[in-house]
């Protein structure tokens, strides 16, 4: 079965600075999608990046970055330049690829405080 | 907007009552996907349907059903409510298997 971990229940970051999450999963296949997502107070899901595993190339937008590790099967999130906008729970989910039943599974998540 | 409607965005109910969950789906999108969020807690999948039909299922109760509709609007019923119901709960709906989804605003289920 698949499972995400997130062993960061809180984390904190100055602004202007940097912060990684931590994600890690476990699965049996080859072919699949990682997501990490945001949920700011107003509990809106809202997709921040995604990486396909069969890329070796690390993911990025703007000043949001993963880190792939496929044998590792841990995907962290990097946030540069932290802003006050930032501070909400994200969430680090697994798409699987099962032939029609796709449905994301998601980690429990970690919640960012910034500190102006 | 994400272009995922949920309604109603709030409802308030008494143990034992039956309610109807909403869901439009962003334009062109097949499937949609039910979720669970229960205070401070992580997202639990419930279903999903695929252009009308269901096509996986999670830790849904058997006092929960859904549906999707030929328009491709999706309804979750909620019955014999229980305390422990109150959630959020979340519709999404998906293009295609690489993007993601795409969720709405939920709607905030308080059993009284």
């Known amino acids: 079965a698949q499972t995400v971990t997130q062993s960061q229940p809180e984390m904190s970051v100055q602004e202007a600075e940097t912060v990684t999450l931590s994600c890690t999963y476990d699965?049996?296949?080859?072919?699949?999608?990682l997501f990490w997502y945001k949920q700011p107070p107003s509990r809106q899901m809202i997709l921040v990046i995604r990486?396909?595993?069969?890329?070796?190339q690390n993911a990025t937008e703007n000043r949001f970055s993963v880190n792939f590790q496929k044998a590792a099967k841990s995907f962290s999130l990097k946030i540069s330049d932290s802003q006050l906008g930032d501070a909400a729970m994200y969430f680090c989910?697994?798409?699987?690829?099962?032939?029609?039943?796709?449905?994301?599974?998601f980690g429990t998540g970690t919640r960012l405080t910034v500190i102006p | 907007d994400s272009g995922v409607t949920q309604t109603p965005k709030h409802l308030i109910t008494a143990t034992g009552q039956r309610v109807t969950l909403r869901c439009s789906p962003r334009s062109g999108d097949l499937s949609v996907y039910w979720y669970q969020q229960s205070l401070d807690q992580g997202l639990q999948f419930l279903i999903q349907?695929?252009?009308?039909?269901?096509?996986a299922k999670g830790n849904i109760l058997e006092r929960f059903s859904a549906q999707q509709f030929p328009d491709l609007h999706s309804e979750l019923n909620l019955s014999s409510l229980e305390l422990g119901d109150s959630a959020l709960y979340f519709c999404?709906?998906?293009?295609?298997?690489?993007?993601?989804?795409?969720f709405g605003s939920g709607t905030r289920l308080t059993v009284v």
């Open positions: 990486q396909e595993a069969y890329k070796q």
């Open positions: 999404a709906s998906s293009v295609d298997r690489s993007y993601g989804y795409t």
């Open positions: 349907y695929y252009n009308g039909e269901e096509r």
């Open positions: 989910a697994y798409r699987r690829e099962m032939a029609g039943a796709n449905n994301l599974f």
């Open positions: 699965t049996s296949e080859s072919d699949y999608y």
